[in-house]
C-alpha cells in the first residue's frame, strides 16, 4: 500500500540554472544534493506546505531535454496573484500566461522554466 507521496523528478539540460530559478522565483530551497549510482547530478528542494520535495536531474553524456509545449506544469497557492506577479517581473520572470480568474474565482497565471515547464501560480477565491 502506497502511504506518502515523496517526490516528483524533472530531468533537464542545466542543473544549476535550473536549480537557481527555483530558488529565486518561487522561493524553494535545495534540501540535499548527490550524484546518483547512474552518475546523475542531482538536487531535491523544498516543496512549501509539505514534506514532498522537487527532484531537479541532470544526466550528462544523455540527450539533450526538449520539453514539449503543456507537457507538465507545477502548480503553487500564492496569497496575492497581482504582488507575486510583481516581484517575478522585477526578478526578471514575466508572466507567460494570465492572470485569468477561473470560473470557481480563483486567478492564475504561469510562467516558463529554464526548460521550458511551465509553473502555475494560484491565487484561490477567498
Known amino acids: 500500500m502506497v502511504?506518502?507521496?515523496l517526490h516528483t523528478r524533472m530531468r533537464v539540460n542545466d542543473l544549476e540554472r535550473t536549480v537557481k530559478f527555483y530558488e529565486d522565483a518561487v522561493g524553494?530551497?535545495?534540501?540535499?544534493r548527490r550524484t546518483s549510482p547512474r552518475g546523475a547530478l542531482v538536487a531535491f528542494l523544498s516543496m512549501p506546505g509539505?514534506?514532498?520535495?522537487?527532484?531537479?536531474?541532470?544526466?550528462?553524456?544523455?540527450?539533450?531535454?526538449?520539453?514539449?509545449?503543456?507537457?507538465?506544469?507545477?502548480a503553487f497557492e500564492v496569497d496575492d496573484l497581482a504582488a507575486f506577479a510583481a516581484q517575478l517581473a522585477k526578478k526578471g520572470y514575466p508572466l507567460s500566461d494570465g492572470p485569468t480568474t477561473t470560473s470557481s474565482g480563483s486567478i492564475l497565471a504561469f510562467i516558463d522554466g529554464p526548460e521550458g515547464y511551465e509553473i502555475e501560480f494560484i491565487q484561490k477565491k477567498s
Open 3 to 5: 502511504t506518502k507521496f
Open 28 to 32: 524553494l530551497k535545495v534540501n540535499s
Open 50 to 74: 509539505t514534506d514532498a520535495e522537487l527532484e531537479i536531474c541532470q544526466l550528462p553524456n544523455s540527450p539533450s531535454v526538449q520539453v514539449q509545449p503543456d507537457l507538465m506544469h507545477l
